[in-house]
């Protein structure tokens, strides 16, 4: 049995003040079966269903080799890039800590490979998961 997976993850948020309806979903995929999962919140922001979804696609996944799909330059560089210099700082002034702080949790004992996807390019996971959040914030 294969030790990796892929997901593709989005969130989206039916405007973003913070008070919108919003929702997150992921598509996992391990070569012999593929997942759908999704949910949402009354309340929230783009970025916080971005975060969620991955978060939620972390708890899910029992993998150790992972390949996550966002469209979310926001997700992709904070983990990627950003994260190591807000804990050297001590999560100073970062919004969604909790959510930052959940997902760096999540990622530790894995080797996971983060990769950027143009939204709304064609790319038909991201499209699924584009549809199936936008599903998920409009049941608010």
Request: glycine share 10%; proline share 1%; with cysteine.
């Amino acid at each position: 049995m294969s030790d990796s997976a892929i997901i593709y993850t989005d969130g989206s948020c039916l405007g973003n003040k913070g008070n919108d309806p919003g929702g997150w979903a992921f598509i996992y995929l391990d070569g012999k079966k593929e997942w759908h999962m999704s949910g949402g919140e009354e309340y929230s922001t783009n970025n916080k269903m971005e975060l969620t979804a991955a978060i939620e696609a972390l708890e899910f996944c029992a993998k150790k080799n992972i390949t996550i799909y966002s469209d979310s330059q926001y997700v992709i560089k904070g983990i990627t890039q950003w994260i190591g210099g807000w804990k050297k700082k001590g999560w100073a002034k970062v919004k969604n800590r909790e959510y930052w702080e959940k997902l760096d949790k999540l990622r530790q004992g894995k080797r996971i490979s983060w990769n950027w996807v143009k939204a709304h390019d064609g790319n038909t996971y991201n499209e699924m998961v584009d549809k199936l959040a936008r599903a998920e914030a409009k049941k608010y």
